[in-house]
């Protein structure tokens, strides 16, 4: 029996070598993906785009509710004037809300995109990732923010077409010319709230990594502790 035992440990730790030898010859992402990136990387991103997702969640989030750009931008003058008084009236309140809720869509239709990028994670990605709190989130940035903008702008411009708010601006850049020679059009204007929706997709995403560094235990085990650091 002990003779059966032992040779039962030779062949656990003969597996155990092996794994090892793995792992240092495997691939870079392999062996990211192996040491937990990958994992911690999902999981902060899977939950802040759940949470955008909730109805309202970029509305009634301060920090990160998208504006429309014309308002106090570098253009405010009279522009500025009449559409902040359009808002104390509530008349763009409506507006402001969809373009809002476009972005919490887009949001929950953001999952793929953001794992293909983490998947695409490389081990020389690990030392700026790990010597940052959020280095995971400004790493997702870097890799993935064209391909986000791309998925949110379409939906974005549908919400303020929708919304009426193309037809308001195409009414005072009629009335107002120097709206159109400040630059000021429907690319721009979607541009910026496209931008602002990144924002605040992002703002949530540091915001989850830093949970998870905070309490690597309790979230993943204890060896993405080792691995990503504590604050």
């Known amino acids: 029996m002990r003779r059966g035992f032992s040779a039962d440990r030779r062949l656990v730790v003969a597996g155990l070598a092996a794994c090892t030898i793995a792992g240092i010859v495997a691939p870079g ?71 809002n809720d476009a972005a919490g869509t887009a949001a929950g239709e953001a999952k793929p995109i953001f794992r293909e990028a983490i998947d695409d994670l490389s081990w020389q990605d690990a030392p700026a990732i ?55 059009s429907r690319e721009s204007i979607n541009r910026s709230v496209s931008e602002q929706a990144l924002d605040g997709i992002f703002a949530y995403i540091g915001r989850e990594e830093r949970a998870f560094r905070r309490d690597p235990i309790g979230n993943l085990g204890g060896a993405l502790g080792d691995l990503l650091g504590r604050e």
């Open 29 to 99: 992402a392999a062996r990211a993906q192996g040491l937990g990136l990958s994992s911690i990387l999902g999981r902060a991103t899977d939950s802040a785009l759940d949470k955008l997702a909730r109805p309202g969640a970029f509305y009634d989030d301060e920090n990160i509710r998208i504006a429309l750009p014309i308002v106090g931008g570098a253009s405010s003058g009279l522009l500025g004037r009449l559409m902040q008084a359009g808002d104390r009236l509530g008349v763009l309140g409506g507006i402001t809300r969809s373009i």
């Open 130 to 184: 790990v010597s940052e709190s959020d280095g995971g989130t400004q790493y997702l940035r870097r890799s993935s923010n064209d391909a986000l903008s791309g998925k949110l702008e379409p939906l974005i411009d549908d919400a303020l077409g929708e919304a009426g708010v193309y037809d308001q601006f195409d009414g005072l850049a009629e009335k107002y010319g120097f709206i159109r020679d400040a630059g000021l």
